[in-house]
Nanobody, 114 residues
């Protein structure tokens, strides 16, 4: 069973930056669509950004221009978050989809507060 290991969350002031990382515990073969989700206090989990093997990325409107999703050949996943706002506070999860397989990270807390 593949596990996704996340790192990089923490406490940051408004306007600051964080970089999240996600790595699979063992190689995943084939076509893998990767994404970052988040779940804020009292809210449902929502997709933040996704990236195809080609590198084509999509973002939810309120992070467009502030967040950048990327992946490497080892199928590690990253989320560079700049100009963070208090409303970005949430638990962030990485997600990999490959065929019928759907893998989730354990979640990492991001808190934006002064």
């Amino acid at each position: 069973q593949v596990q996704l290991v996340e790192s990089g969350g923490g406490l940051v002031q408004p306007g600051g930056s964080l970089r999240l990382s996600c790595a699979p515990s063992r190689p995943i073969d084939g076509f893998v669509v990767m994404a970052w989700y988040r779940q804020g206090p009292g809210r449902e989990r929502e997709v933040v950004a996704s990236v195809l093997p080609s590198g084509l990325a999509n973002y939810v409107d309120d992070v467009e221009g502030r967040f950048t999703i990327s992946r490497d050949n080892a199928k590690n996943l990253y989320l560079q978050m700049n100009s963070l706002k208090p409303e970005d506070t949430a638990v962030y999860y990485c997600n990999y989809k490959s065929g019928t397989q759907d893998y989730w990270g354990q979640g990492t807390q991001v808190t934006v507060s002064s």
